[in-house]
C-alpha cells in the first residue's frame, strides 16, 4: 500500500483541472494551514464525502499543586474524526458490487445464473438486451457486466463502457455460443476482459466473475480509464480507430496541442501497421491498448505482420538522422524510417517488441501541464 504524498495530490489536483501545478499545491497548502487553525479554535471542519473532525470538552481536571491546594484546570480537549458513511463502506468493501446479467430474454436458466452470482455483497440486475442495457448503465453504474450469449449487438455495451473513463473498470465477461471463435472480429470491437463458452459448468462462470471483481478493485487503484479493441485491416475501420483514440484523449487530461500530438503518433503507427505490417490484409487485425495512469497516457498498437529490425531507425531517429535508415530500407525493398522520426518529435517515449510489429507509445501530463505553464 502507497503513501500518497500532497505533492501527488497537488499534481493529480493540477491535472484535472488544467491549473499550474504551483497554484495546486498553494492552495492545498493554505486549505491545511486553515484547517489547522480552526481546529485549534475548537471549530468544526467539515469536509463532504470525505470526513468531519470536531474538537470536544473532556472533564474537568482538579490538580494537586507543589503547595498540596486543589487547582481546577480548563478540561482537556479531545478531537473526534468520523469517516463519510458511504466512503467507509468504499473503503472497507462493505458495498454492494452491482453485477448487470445482459440476456437475449428472460428465462428459468438466466434466473439461476442471477441467484449463483447474488450474495450477501453483491446485486444482480437482469435486462433483455443491448439496448436495455446501455439505458440501465446511464441510471447505475456496475462493476461487472455478464453478457450471455445470443444478444444482438452486444459489442456495443462493451464499447459504451470501455470508451468512457468513469465507467471503464468495469468488467466485462461475455458469454460465447458453443463452436464460437473467441479471437474473431468483425469491423471494429472493444475487447472484452474474459470470456467463457457454451457449455459450462456455473461454477466456472462464479469463479471467473469473483476474480474478475478482484482484479478491478486493485486496477482501480492504479488506471483510470483502460480500454482494448480490435479491427480488421481496412481503410474505412483505421479511420474509425482514430476517431476513437480522439474521444479517448479528449478525456485524459492531457492539453490540446499534446492531445493533438499524441493524436497524430497514433494516426502513424496505425498507418505502418495497416500499410506495412497487415499490407491491408482485411482477414488481418490490429490491436490497440489504451491506457491512462495519473502520470501518462499509454497507447499500444500490435499487427500480425514479420515486424522488422528496429534499432537502427529508433536511433537514427532520436539522433536525428532517419533519413539515411529510411533510404537503406527502401533500397533494401522495405519501407523508410521517417514515421518513427515523426512519432518520436510527438511523444515523450515510443518502444517497440523484440519482432518489431507492436509499437508503445507514450505522454506524460505532467510535462504536458508543465509546458502550458
Not at 173 to 195: H, P, Q, W, Y
Amino acid at each position: 500500500m502507497k503513501t500518497v504524498s500532497i505533492d501527488e495530490l497537488a499534481q493529480r489536483v493540477a491535472q484535472e483541472l488544467s491549473a499550474p501545478e504551483p497554484q495546486a499545491r498553494a492552495v492545498l497548502d493554505r486549505a491545511v494551514d486553515l484547517m489547522r487553525k480552526e481546529l485549534q479554535r475548537g471549530n468544526r471542519i467539515e469536509l463532504p464525502k470525505l470526513l468531519s473532525i470536531s474538537v470536544k470538552l473532556g472533564q474537568s481536571v482538579a490538580a494537586k499543586s507543589a503547595a498540596e491546594s486543589a487547582l481546577n484546570l480548563p478540561p482537556a480537549r479531545l478531537i473526534q474524526m468520523e469517516l463519510d458513511d458511504d466512503l467507509r463502506r468504499k473503503v472497507e468493501g462493505a458495498g454492494l458490487y452491482q453485477i448487470l446479467l445482459v440476456v437475449p430474454q428472460k428465462n428459468f436458466f438466466t434466473g439461476v445464473m442471477a441467484a449463483r452470482l447474488s450474495t450477501a455483497r453483491s446485486e444482480v440486475t437482469v435486462v433483455q438486451g443491448a439496448d436495455e442495457a446501455i439505458e440501465r448503465l446511464k441510471e447505475k453504474a456496475a462493476d461487472l457486466i455478464v453478457l450471455d450469449a445470443g444478444v444482438d449487438n452486444a459489442a456495443r455495451v462493451t464499447e459504451e463502457v470501455k470508451k468512457k473513463r468513469a465507467t471503464s473498470l468495469t468488467a466485462v465477461i461475455r458469454i460465447l455460443a458453443e463452436g464460437d471463435d473467441a479471437a474473431l472480429v468483425k469491423g471494429l470491437e472493444a475487447t472484452c476482459d474474459e470470456s467463457i463458452a457454451e457449455p459450462f459448468e456455473l461454477a466456472d462462470l462464479v469463479k471467473l466473475a469473483e476474480a474478475e471483481l478482484a482484479r478491478i478493485a486493485e486496477e482501480r487503484n492504479y488506471f483510470d480509464h483502460v480500454m482494448n479493441f480490435k479491427f480488421n485491416t481496412t481503410e474505412e475501420l483505421v479511420e474509425s480507430a482514430n476517431e476513437l483514440v480522439g474521444h479517448l484523449l479528449a478525456q485524459s487530461g492531457l492539453e490540446e496541442e499534446a492531445q493533438a500530438a499524441t493524436a497524430v503518433a497514433f494516426r502513424e503507427a496505425v498507418d505502418n501497421a495497416a500499410r506495412h505490417g497487415n499490407k491491408y490484409n482485411p482477414q488481418r487485425n490490429i490491436e490497440v491498448q489504451y491506457l491512462l495512469d495519473r502520470e501518462k497516457v499509454t497507447l499500444a498498437v500490435g499487427d500480425e505482420g514479420e515486424g522488422f529490425d528496429t534499432e537502427i531507425y529508433l536511433s537514427r531517429g532520436v539522433s536525428g538522422n532517419p533519413v539515411d535508415a529510411a533510404r537503406e530500407r527502401t533500397a533494401a525493398g522495405g519501407v523508410g524510417g521517417l514515421g518513427i522520426m515523426l512519432m518520436l518529435k510527438c511523444v515523450d517515449k515510443l518502444e517497440y517488441n523484440y519482432a518489431g510489429n507492436k509499437i508503445t507509445l507514450s505522454k506524460f501530463i505532467r510535462k504536458s501541464a508543465a509546458a502550458r505553464a
